[in-house]
Nanobody
Framework: QVQLVESGGGLVQAGGSLRLSCAASGRTVSTLVMGWFRQASGKEREFVAAISWGGDSKTYADSVKGRFTIARDNVLNTMYLQMNSLKPEDTAVYSC??????????????????WGQGTQVTVSS
């Protein structure tokens, strides 16, 4: 089993930056594909970014490409999401997730087996 805990959310003005962290415990996640998803109030959950187990392969949603960067530190068992040039439409609860197996950087939430509780990101205009 894997437990995931996000941190780093908060309130920021448009154009600002935040860095989210996702700390894993229970077992190492160094061999697992991991990703970030977000869900705005009244909307469906959407894919944000995913990263391969070694960190050398990454994929992003078009809406965040060029502004967000996903990274991981397998020694610390932690994944990050650096968010720059934030916009009000980035406001959402951000959740990290991990796949129990497989190497595909899936953009589909149902392909992920472990989830954190989420952290709120609010971007004011």
């Amino acid at each position: 089993q894997v437990q995931l805990v996000e941190s780093g959310g908060g309130l920021v003005q448009a154009g600002g930056s935040l860095r989210l962290s996702c700390a894993a415990s229970g077992r190492t996640v160094s061999t697992l594909v991991m990703g970030w998803f977000r869900q705005a109030s009244g909307k469906e959950r959407e894919f944000v970014a995913a990263i391969s187990w070694g960190g050398d392969s990454k994929t992003y949603a078009d809406s965040v490409k060029g502004r967000f960067t996903i990274a991981r530190d397998n020694v610390l068992n932690t994944m990050y999401l650096q968010m720059n040039s934030l916009k009000p439409e980035d406001t959402a609860v951000y959740s990290c997730a991990a796949r129990s197996s497989g190497i595909v950087l899936s953009t589909t939430g149902s392909r992920y087996d472990y989830w954190g509780q989420g952290t709120q990101v609010t971007v004011s205009s």
